[in-house]
């Protein structure tokens, strides 16, 4: 099993900044992406940003430019980096964790339970 331990989050006034960070621990399974997604209400989930264990990257139109996703490998643990947010950025964002059980072929995905980011305008 995989535990994601999510931070960050909270309100903001809009053109302001929020980092939410994300730290995966557990046994017998290796991460090989992470990332956020989101999901506003009344809205489907999304994705935000992820990033492969390489480092490669992968971000959605709407945050290209504004949020910076970072990793640490050595603490499996990944950073979102929100600027220039806006009212239309306010959700509930997740983190996930995609990976494989050690030893097999077997892919899992993980989720967070969820923070808050609120942008006001």
């Known amino acids: 099993q995989v535990q994601l331990v999510e931070s960050g989050g909270g309100s903001v006034q809009a053109g302001g900044s929020l980092t939410l960070s994300c730290a995966a621990s557990g046994r017998g399974f290796s991460i090989d992406t992470m990332g956020w997604y989101r999901q506003a209400s009344g809205k489907q989930r999304e994705l935000v940003a992820a990033?492969?264990?390489?480092?490669?990257?992968n971000y959605a139109d709407s945050v290209k430019g504004r949020f910076t996703l970072s990793r640490d490998n050595a603490k499996n643990t990944i950073y979102l980096q929100m600027n220039s947010l806006r009212p239309e950025d306010t959700a509930v964002y997740y983190c996930?964790?995609?990976?494989?059980?050690?030893?097999?072929?077997?892919?899992?995905?993980?989720w967070g339970q969820g923070t808050q980011a609120t942008v006001s305008s």
């Open positions: 996930n964790a995609k990976g494989q059980l050690t030893g097999t072929s077997i892919r899992l995905n993980f």
């Open positions: 990033i492969a264990s390489g480092g490669t990257t």
